[in-house]
């Protein structure tokens, strides 16, 4: 209040009468009552009127219109006295009435007065403004009064006067002055509302009248801290820093990025762009203050610019190890809900979301005009690209524009009628693919038909976009079977998931699907009733007593793996099916002993002739099929794999009139639970009505006693196993070209095209026609598929000192555009689901590789993970680090 006191006196000096000569009275009222500079002139935005206290003023019209100088009726000095409420603040008094307590005179009629009459010592003139509030001119008798206070003393406020139409920038202004606040300190603003909470004044550019400030309002000055971190978010945040950080004065830039939970993404992308030189200098240097936009409605209010720009200073302050981008993740999820929470994401979505984000927020354009692209209609490529970056500037000026924005060329040419159109399209970063192999490597296990032999895994190198009659063949180079005689399954949790047909393409396969390629005979088939024999999916059961209050009732629980068998379809009966199943399972299923066998009593003598039936405990009698029923197609006989005499085939067992039978047989669907309705029983065998399951149901006791598991689960490995697929890496460049290359547009996307006035599949090929001051590629690591998709492992090559030009048009569209190309940012690894891929670097060579692994440190920084290296004509410090990072500048994160 004092300060206020001092001014109001330094002003009322300042206003003491000149002694010019006094006109006569009649001049007098014609200068005052003057139409076109007197009271009675029209307002003027921005002019200055002065109040004169009602009385006073009646007494000078008694005096003017009475004629007599020497009249008693002279008013004396101006005395406004009685419009202030108190001699000392000279705060005017509310509720005065315009015409009752006070007349308004322009300025220049109140200086003749003054210069006339005089102004009472020590009172200070009662100046006010003409403004426009809602398109209305008027004075401004009550400016608004602010109570401005400095972060680290609100006991002691300062009042000060603005007019609505002020800005708050002069508020800050104001501030700054009255607190002594160096030029090189930055500060920003607070409002304490009403309820008594804390709001910030982010645009300093608007008026008071906009930003709603009353008077009595309190408005805070905050002073950023000098490790770039501000008085306000230190009380918010819990410090755990002990006294040897809050004293830590390390090398600017080098400061790492708390993981937040699984946040690696996050930081990997803010410590990329932390180390882009003028971007940072750009923020460090506080230009940004002057082109936030915060009408910008495709912006972010400006939030991101400043939360992004906190972040920055806090990082080359030199006084942190490691900070925490708590702040800056919370306005990212505000304004991207898709980064809420802590799920993984991929770091290249946030790096295009930030620099959309940033770009908007700093867009120098205010207000966006209509811009029609034009086609090139046969002009110079030099003329159309210069037109085409003069129109994305009309709408799109930004340090983001300036620093990563280049442009396209691109080509359509029509296959008809071979008209060629040629456009440029800007960009912000390169999404380039990696050389895709047409090789793929798929393990698989073969089955032979030879029960002696146990199942081989095998190694085989396939055509990407082949068929399962391509694995089959790649098979037979291995064994010596005819792919003929191959049938290709998906095994999960022992039943057959698929069963593929060799016309069927390779690509619904996975890498990590287990596939059982089986023998089966030449001349059978699934399904096929045209063939001799028929293959029968085999499934493994085990009953198992359930958990009832009598066990009563038993389950049957899948286990081993599966089988296909070849069976004879004219000779198909359930005795003959359980020898067939014996013998395929003879190496790891124990035939019963002499001292097994239950001769049974006469009666069960007299029904030898029965079978095993299905559902029906094989603890009958029965007759050995003989070696007619154990055919080609179960192996027994067929060429080279008919066992030898002393072979564990059926055919070659000695001959009783009763043996033990170790399972019964039962028919299921393909889940493997039981199915009596695809089955016919009569006297000349088994028919189905349907593609048969059989299943194999063996009772614990007996499973125990002849089923040897873990025989049953081995396999042997064959010499492919070992045989590893080399990749040649590829260098950066030919990623580039391959992304360069001409391209058919697919058929749900055509081209329309002006002269054949139809839609085509034209071809199209983008060229990189100007490059930005630093270049962000993205290497699509991830190759996509109907079925699958598949994570490429490629080594790639890149310069870290020598550019990837010359590009075609760089010399044509300004100096500053000729070297661009020389600095690459960095290449990005898209990874939906998190996993990060780490650059090894190599300060001695001139190309560093980078390939896919994860959770790999740098030895020579233990306690830095990120990924790195900047490469730009000033250089910023950087470090060499691996892991968690996915972009190839400068990342410190703190484990």
Request: net charge negative.
């Amino acid at each position: 209040m004092a300060a206020v006191a001092a001014n109001v006196a330094a002003a009322a000096e300042d206003q003491e009468p000149q002694h010019e000569a006094v006109p006569g009275l009649e001049s007098q009222w014609l200068q005052i009552e003057n139409k076109e500079s007197g009271r009675d002139r029209p307002l003027r935005a921005g002019e200055s009127w002065f109040l004169v206290e009602q009385h006073w003023y009646k007494q000078w019209e008694v005096y003017v219109q009475g004629g007599d100088k020497d009249s008693t009726a002279f008013p004396g000095c101006i005395n406004n006295a009685d419009l202030f409420e108190d001699q000392v603040n000279w705060r005017l008094k509310r509720g005065l009435v315009e015409s009752e307590d006070y007349v308004l005179l322009p300025a220049a009629a109140w200086h003749c007065l003054v210069n006339w009459y005089g102004l009472e010592h020590g009172q200070p003139p009662i100046e006010r403004k003409v403004v426009e509030l809602l398109g209305v001119q008027k004075i401004e008798v009550y400016p608004v009064e602010l109570l401005l206070v400095r972060h680290s003393d609100m006991d002691t406020p300062y009042t000060a006067q603005f007019s609505h139409t002020d800005s708050v920038d002069l508020v800050l202004r104001t501030a700054r002055e009255q607190f002594l606040v160096n030029p090189q300190e930055e500060t920003r603003l607070w409002i304490k509302n009403a309820e008594g909470s804390f709001e910030r004044l982010c645009n300093t550019r608007v008026t008071l009248l906009e930003a709603a400030l009353q008077t009595g309002q309190l408005i805070i000055m905050e002073t950023r801290n000098k490790d770039g971190t501000w008085p306000s978010a230190q009380q918010q945040a819990v410090s755990t820093a002990s006294e040897e950080d809050e004293e830590f004065q390390g090398q600017p830039g080098i400061c790492g990025l708390t993981n937040l939970g699984n946040t690696c993404f996050m930081n990997s992308a803010l410590q990329c762009l932390s180390n882009v030189p003028q971007l940072t200098d750009y923020f460090l240097k506080n230009r940004y203050l002057e082109e936030l936009n915060f009408c910008n409605p495709l912006g972010m209010k400006g939030e991101i610019a400043e939360a992004y720009a906190d972040l920055v200073k806090q990082a080359w302050s030199g006084h942190h190890r490691s900070i925490v981008p708590h702040v800056f993740k919370t306005k990212v999820g505000h304004f991207a809900s898709q980064f809420l929470g802590y799920q993984q994401h991929d770091s290249q979505e946030l790096l295009s979301f930030l620099l959309d984000g940033l770009h908007e927020d700093l867009n120098r354009v205010k207000k966006k005009e209509y811009v029609e692209l034009c086609d090139a209609a046969g002009r110079p490529d030099q003329e159309v690209a210069q037109e085409a970056w003069q129109n994305h500037k009309r709408r799109n000026d930004s340090v983001i524009v300036d620093t990563f924005h280049g442009l396209f060329k691109s080509t359509l040419v029509c296959p008809d009628c071979g008209n060629v159109s040629v456009t440029f399209d800007p960009f912000c970063y390169l999404s380039v693919p990696l050389p895709v192999s047409h090789k793929r490597v798929m393990e698989v296990f073969f089955v032979s038909m030879d029960p002696r032999r146990k199942p081989e895994q095998h190694r085989l190198v396939v055509p990407k976009k082949g068929k399962i009659s391509d694995l089959c063949v790649a098979l037979a180079k291995h064994t010596g079977v005819s792919p003929e005689r191959m049938m290709v399954a998906d095994v999960f949790s022992h039943r057959f998931y698929k069963i593929y047909q060799l016309e069927e393409s390779l690509s619904s396969i996975l890498d990590r699907d287990d596939i059982f390629i089986y023998e089966v005979s030449g001349r059978s088939a699934i399904g096929d009733n045209s063939r001799e024999d028929v293959v029968l999916p085999i499934y493994l059961r085990e009953r198992t007593p359930a958990r009832d209050y009598n066990n009563s009732y038993y389950g049957l629980m899948l286990f081993g793996h599966p089988l296909l068998v070849s069976v004879p379809r004219d000779r198909l009966s359930w005795d003959a099916l359980y020898h067939i199943l014996l013998y395929r399972l003879s190496r790891y299923v124990t035939r019963p002993s002499s001292d097994d066998e239950d001769d049974g009593d006469e009666k069960d003598m007299e029904d030898k002739d029965s079978i095993p039936k299905p559902g029906r405990v094989a603890g009958g009698s029965s007759q050995d099929s003989g070696p007619e029923q154990a055919g080609p197609s179960s192996g027994v006989a067929g060429g080279s794999r008919a066992p030898v005499d002393n072979s564990p085939g059926p055919s070659h067992w000695p001959q009783r009139a009763r043996r033990k039978h170790l399972f019964t047989l039962q028919t299921v669907n393909s889940n493997g639970t039981s199915d009596r309705s695809t089955f016919n029983e009569d006297t000349h065998g088994v028919s189905f009505s349907s593609q048969p399951y059989i299943a194999i149901d063996w009772e614990p006791e007996m499973k125990k006693r002849y089923y040897d598991e873990v025989e049953a689960e081995g396999y042997v490995k064959h010499d492919c196993v070992g045989y590893v697929l080399k990749k040649a890496p590829v260098r950066l460049q030919e990623c580039i070209e391959l992304f360069t290359t001409v391209e058919t547009l697919e058929k749900e996307n055509p081209w329309y095209c002006p002269t054949c006035k139809q839609h085509q599949l034209a071809t199209k090929k983008l060229d990189l026609w100007m490059l930005p001051e630093t270049l962000i590629i993205h290497l699509k690591r991830f190759s996509y598929t109907k079925f699958s998709r598949e994570k490429l492992d490629t080594l790639v090559e890149f310069p870290i000192r020598s550019g990837l030009g010359p590009w075609p048009g760089q010399e044509g569209l300004g100096g500053r555009h000729r070297e661009r190309g020389r600095g690459v940012l960095g290449v990005t690894l898209s990874s939906p689901t998190g996993t990060w891929t780490s650059p090894s670097l190599s300060s001695s060579r001139r190309t560093s590789r980078l390939r896919s692994c994860t959770n790999t440190i740098s030895s020579r920084f233990p306690t830095i993970t990120g990924a790195c290296v900047t490469d730009t004509t000033r250089r910023l410090p950087a470090t060499r680090t691996a892991a968690s990072g996915t972009t190839l500048m400068t990342t410190a994160c703190r484990p």
